[in-house]
């Protein structure tokens, strides 16, 4: 069973097209984030989510928008992608803000071309 | 300005040898400092720190905070190949950033035969 799961894995597509990627977690988990890992393996976070209290990143741009649905879901949402949102989105949860460690998906790979 | 950093950023060693890695960290309103170990795809979670002197260990690894010095270490005794990864150090803070966690730029690690 996979704690936190992310689809797709691997993401193509054009600039200025809109898609999502999708994060379930069934840890019971109640907070979750969204990161980002650049090119130089930087992770940055983007938003972390905790019983409907957003927190965002100031240095996100407006063209993602998290989404989520229940507690154990937070999907991603990008609008008119650019060629610099290519990077890998890793979506992640914890407990108590992070009292007993944080545990990662594996990643979704965007390119933008 | 950063709030962790990282050093070395990259270390080449053989196998058997004893690495220590280095994370300094800024003091305001931190809360806990974690340790991840990145090989292709997730981050996994090594130990997490919130006393200082207290020692954390899991087999061949271990880590201590120094919470006057504000800096961490993870060491690695005798190590093998299979601990070539990329080790991130994370600082979680309390207030506006509850629950996010900063990376700092990881230590590249590629330990030879």
């Known amino acids: 069973d996979t704690a936190v799961s992310q689809t797709p894995k691997y993401l193509v597509t054009q600039m200025g097209n809109d898609k999502s990627i999708k994060c379930e977690q069934n840890?019971?988990?109640?907070?979750m984030y969204w990161y980002k890992q650049d090119s130089k393996k930087f992770l940055k976070i983007m938003f972390s989510y905790n019983n409907k209290e957003l927190i965002i990143n100031e240095t996100v741009p407006n063209r993602f928008s998290p989404k989520s649905p229940d507690k154990a879901h937070l999907n991603l949402h990008i609008n008119s992608l650019e060629l610099g949102d290519s990077a890998v989105y890793f979506c992640a949860s914890s407990q108590l803000f992070g009292d007993y460690g944080y545990t990662f998906g594996s990643g979704t790979r965007l390119t933008v071309v | 300005e950063d709030k962790v950093v990282q050093s070395p950023l990259s270390l080449v060693v053989h196998e058997g040898d004893t690495v220590t890695l280095n994370c300094s960290y800024e003091?305001?309103?931190?809360?806990?400092l974690l340790w991840y170990k990145q090989e292709k795809k997730a981050p996994t979670f090594l130990f997490m720190l919130t006393s200082s002197g207290i020692e954390k260990k899991s087999g061949r690894l271990s880590s201590i905070l120094d919470k006057k010095e504000l800096f961490s270490i993870l060491n690695i005794t005798a190590t093998q190949t299979g601990d070539s990864a990329v080790y991130l150090c994370?600082?979680?803070?309390?207030?506006?950033?509850?629950?996010?966690?900063?990376f700092g730029k990881g230590t590249k690690l590629s330990v030879k035969p």
């Open positions: 840890l019971g988990h109640d907070t």
């Open positions: 994370a600082w979680g803070g309390y207030g506006g950033s509850q629950g996010n966690l900063i």
């Open positions: 003091v305001t309103n931190f809360r806990s």
